[in-house]
């Protein structure tokens, strides 16, 4: 049990009806169908709901402890006629409430662990599985929470959102630390910032990787300088910044940030530079080796290939350093890591080598697809189909690139949802075939993953693409398991690669 008031302490709020002071509760909600007595109800306005619509209804399930962030006069209820053990509190902001609020209820937990946040349009999720790595190699005990869910000790619970909502935040904060967790590294989505979710945390080290264009339409961004001011919102909110400094408006960021700053790059002099970038493709091992200038001095064999993922270890090497995590943890760590469905090597032999990779896209096609021919590879093969229900310009924008990119293209299902696979494939095609890209139709995933390595020649790369992590396949409205690293796991063994 807890006074609302002390739940309240780093709120600027109004009393609107009721006496503070001697309301108790004992848990935060934000949805009216867990409203109980002795429970703090938080009203917020949503996309599609409103909740300060519910407030009669939770107020005869016994919820007595309410915030609201609209003016009496539009409240579904009279509250001259309510009754007087009722405590109604106005804030400016329903999102900025919830996160304080449940940072209270669950005693400030990420004051009681080193946050490492990570904002970008690229690289969040794979930088952020790196440090987890080398932290945890380190010995440390570290969280992380992103797009492939929150992991610590073991734990593994799937997320909706890249960043969760504010109040379940702190209560996996709370896990964390009960689980003997002195690390958290989490993904900050610019909707986090928008939306409050991230209020009531400090990060120890905030890293931006880099920005694009991106999320910028109805329910996200109004335009390009909405999302980049969020996305810059994670310096207000460091103790230190980390910036990738061969970013777009790198230096406009640095110079608006509060915070003390550090930078790393590879094409400029900044604090961490990497330089003498080899792609390796060798038996056992598919990846990058370079160096580390400036700050600190490291030889780093990186197995994750291709540039980008030189930038994102730099992030992490330059956060490591500065956290005073140790060279060998940092070097041992690297030369390991894999990350669930981002450039992540599935099988190796001495005939091919099979990647399995987010990219959904035009644009992660390509950088995907031009890293791989940096290793030239006998026959660059891709396996990938598109979403359906979705854009149809990422399906034309796939197959320019496949044509461009790849020697032979492999057509499949991904998660053809609502649409049938073939009227995809067709779409593909649509801009696959008049830039001359070679291709065949398998519209079964399984067969088409199978076929690529039965048929592959020495010396082949085979990137099977979009689904990445992706543990399912959605076909009419139903999602059946599938997870392209265990089948090219079961393929290897069936035909004995």
Same mark, same amino acid.
């Given at each position: 049990? @807890? ?24 848990? *935060? ?12 109800? *938080? ?37 001259? /006629? ?96 009960? @689980? ?164 992540? *090597? ?35 093969? *891709? ?20 044509? /461009? ?93």
């Amino acid at each position: 049990m @807890a006074k609302l008031s002390d739940w309240l302490s780093d709120l600027s709020y109004e009393t609107i009806h009721g006496d503070i002071s001697s309301s108790i509760v004992n848990e *935060v909600v934000f949805d009216s169908r867990k409203a109980t007595h002795e429970t703090l109800f *938080v009203c917020m306005k949503g996309a599609n709901v409103d909740s300060h619509e519910f407030i009669p209804d939770v107020i005869s399930k016994g919820c007595t402890s309410i915030i609201i962030e609209e003016d009496i006069s539009s409240l579904p209820v009279d509250i001259n /006629e309510i009754n007087e053990d009722i405590v109604l509190v106005k804030v400016d902001s329903s999102r900025e409430a919830l996160a304080k609020v449940s940072a209270a209820r669950f005693d400030h937990p990420s004051e009681k662990l080193t946050v490492i946040g990570i904002t970008g349009t690229k690289g969040k999720t794979t930088t952020a599985h790196m440090i987890q790595q080398i932290l945890e190699y380190s010995g440390k005990k570290t969280g992380c929470i992103g797009t492939t869910g929150v992991e610590y000790c073991g734990n593994h619970i799937p997320t909706k959102n890249t960043t969760p909502e504010s109040y379940d935040l702190q209560r996996y904060f709370s896990d964390m630390v009960e @689980a003997g967790c002195q690390y958290v590294v989490m993904e900050a989505s610019s909707q986090a910032f928008k939306l409050h979710r991230v209020d009531a945390i400090t990060f120890d080290f905030g890293i931006f990787t880099n920005i694009e264009p991106d999320h910028i339409g109805p329910n996200e961004h109004k335009d390009f300088e909405e999302y980049k001011f969020f996305k810059s919102c994670i310096f207000k909110q460091s103790k230190v910044g980390i910036i990738n400094l061969d970013a777009d408006y790198s230096e406009e960021l640095i110079s608006g940030s509060p915070c003390k700053m550090f930078t790393y790059a590879i094409n400029k002099k900044a604090d961490f530079m990497a330089a003498n970038i080899t792609p390796v493709n060798s038996s056992d091992f598919v990846g990058v080796d370079f160096q580390v200038l400036g700050h600190t001095e490291l030889d780093v064999s990186l197995s994750l290939p291709g540039k980008y993922n030189v930038y994102n270890a730099m992030a992490a090497i330059s956060c490591l350093t500065l956290a005073g995590i140790d060279r060998t943890s940092v070097l041992h760590a690297l030369r390991r890591v894999q990350v669930d469905g981002r450039t992540e *090597v599935a099988f190796k032999n001495s005939k091919m080598s099979v990647l399995v990779d987010y990219a959904h896209n035009e644009m992660a096609m390509e950088n995907l697809l031009g890293t791989l021919r940096e290793y030239k590879p006998k026959r660059l093969v *891709v396996v990938f189909g598109c979403g359906g229900n979705r854009s149809k310009d990422r399906r034309f924008g796939m197959g320019k690139a496949a044509a /461009e990119f790849a020697d032979l293209s492999i057509l499949t299902a991904d998660n053809s949802r609502f649409e049938e696979t073939e009227d995809i494939i067709n779409d593909i095609k649509s801009t696959l075939v008049p830039a001359g890209g070679v291709f065949v139709e398998i519209p079964d995933r399984r067969e088409a993953i199978e076929y690529a390595m039965t048929n592959a020649q020495a010396g082949d790369m085979i990137a099977v693409i979009g689904k990445g992590h992706e543990d399912y396949q959605e076909v009419k409205g139903v999602r059946t398991h599938f997870l392209d690293r265990e089948v090219i796991e079961e393929t290897a063994k069936k035909y004995n690669l």
